[in-house]
Every structure is written in structure tokens, then in C-alpha cells.
């Protein structure tokens, strides 16, 4: 994976814009119930959820993993008292005792990331034995992408957000489906990271597509399909209209074997 291309223009915004959402990544934390030892968060950035579940699950040992060392000096500044790595090989805790929390990151290994390092990242996920998988992301169900609904299509043209319409259709193509607006609905008030942001693929693999990836040794235990609730807000504070297609997934799968 080429990390420098995945360098982010403005960090600190960056940073600020994952706060918005921490209560809602924590949305396992009372839904796993079988006793584990450790919490590794996958795609840790500078720890600042690790810092928020702390004080809340104390009893459990935290472990960041990264592919930035940017990020994981971040880290261990930020958050002293957990360990935090940038090379895979080198986590040492027992799997088999802990849950992966994979939060904002399957779109950004896909985004970024080779077929090398996509395959890569599932072994590591439902190939290394952990008890527990929790995932969030942002997913669209293939059964929504039906036309464009033209009057929302309509609304945005007509708006502030025009030229930054057509900077994504350069890169995506004209918008015929509803998938296609609500990728560019989540994306269009990151201004600051425009070039990084435009580019990237939040919509890499459809909800169905992640639930066959779900192997035998695993059940779902936990499925929510939503519409981010900020999201919502503000594409009827800028456009006067409401997107109820479901643009996340959380997950909490938990191994049966």
C-alpha cells in the first residue's frame, strides 16, 4: 500500500471531523458479552478512540494498529498507556482473547490499498481468530441503487455546491443512480481535504457483498443499517431534502469455532 498517497492535506481537520462520530464507533461496547481480554482497534489514527473507551471499559488492555507512523506517534503521545504499532507482525496479544473493532476503514483500504492488500486485510481479519469483529463503515445496499431521484439531483446543481458537483462527476462520472448522490452527499462539506476526499471510494463494496464475506466460523450477532444522523441534518440544512437511503453499516460478528 503506497502510504504517501494517502497522506492527509489538513490533519487536524481530519482529526476533528472522526470526533464527531466517536460515541456513535462505540456502539458495541454494550452489545459483546462473552469475557475477552483485549480491544485492538484497527485503522487507530491518533488514538482518540482508544483515549474515549478507557475510562468506560477499564478492565480491558487496548492495542492500536495503523499503517501510518504519523499516526501512531500521534498515538503514543496522546494516548500513553496503550500500545500502539504500525507493523502487523509485531502485535503480540492472543487473538483468540480479543475483539477487532474495525471502524471507518474498509473504504480506505480499498481506496488506497491493491488487491494484494485488500486480501491481506481480510486474512487479517477473519483469519487470525479473533473472538469478537465489530465493524462501521459507510455501505450502500445494492437493492438502493435505483435512478437518481432528479429533484434532489436538482437541488444540489442549483446550489453553492454546484462546482464541487462537478469536480466529483469529473472523477466518478455523470450521477444516474441514488448511490452515486449519496457518495457525493457524505463527501461535499470535506472542502479542506477536497483533493484526497474526491477520490476516494466510499462505496467500495455494496452491504451484500460485505455480508458474504462473513465466513462459517463467525454468526452475526449484531446488524444495523442507517442513515448518519449528522449526515441527514445538514443535507436538509444545505439542500431542503431528506436522504433516507441507509449509507452505514455496523456489525458485531462474534466466532462460533
Given at each position: 500500500m503506497d502510504i504517501d498517497s494517502n497522506r492527509i492535506s489538513d490533519l487536524n481537520i481530519y482529526l476533528?471531523?472522526?470526533?464527531?462520530?466517536?460515541?456513535?464507533?462505540?456502539?458495541?461496547?454494550?452489545?459483546?458479552f462473552e469475557p475477552f481480554q483485549y480491544i485492538l482497534d484497527f485503522g487507530c489514527a491518533n488514538g482518540e478512540l482508544i483515549r474515549a473507551m478507557k475510562p468506560m471499559l477499564p478492565d480491558y488492555s487496548y492495542i492500536g494498529y495503523d499503517i501510518s507512523r504519523e499516526m501512531i506517534e500521534a498515538a503514543r503521545e496522546h494516548v500513553p498507556d496503550a500500545q500502539f504499532f504500525d507493523d502487523w507482525s509485531r502485535i503480540g496479544i492472543p487473538f483468540e482473547k480479543s475483539l477487532l473493532n474495525i471502524s471507518s476503514t474498509i473504504h480506505e483500504v480499498y481506496s488506497y490499498g491493491e488487491e494484494a492488500d485488500i486480501e491481506t486485510f481480510w486474512d487479517r481479519v477473519f483469519g487470525s481468530g479473533f473472538q469478537y469483529v465489530t465493524i462501521r463503515d459507510m455501505m450502500f445496499a445494492q437493492a438502493e441503487a435505483y435512478p437518481v431521484r432528479e429533484?434532489?439531483?436538482?437541488?444540489?446543481?442549483e446550489s453553492d455546491c454546484a462546482e464541487l458537483l462537478d469536480s466529483f462527476e469529473d472523477v466518478w462520472g455523470k450521477i444516474t443512480d441514488q448511490r452515486q448522490l449519496a457518495h457525493f452527499l457524505l463527501k461535499y462539506k470535506y472542502t479542506q481535504n477536497w483533493e484526497r476526499e474526491v477520490h476516494e471510494n466510499y462505496f467500495p463494496l455494496c452491504t451484500e457483498e460485505l455480508l458474504q464475506r462473513i465466513p462459517d466460523h463467525y454468526r452475526l450477532v449484531y446488524k444495523d443499517v442507517f442513515t448518519l444522523p449528522y449526515a441527514a441534518w445538514q443535507i436538509r440544512k444545505d439542500f431542503g431534502f431528506t436522504l433516507t437511503e441507509h449509507t452505514h453499516i455496523k456489525l458485531i460478528l462474534e466466532r462460533i469455532r
Open positions: 476533528t471531523r472522526m470526533q464527531r462520530s466517536i460515541l456513535d464507533k462505540m456502539f458495541f461496547m454494550d452489545k459483546v429533484e434532489q439531483l436538482a437541488a444540489v446543481r
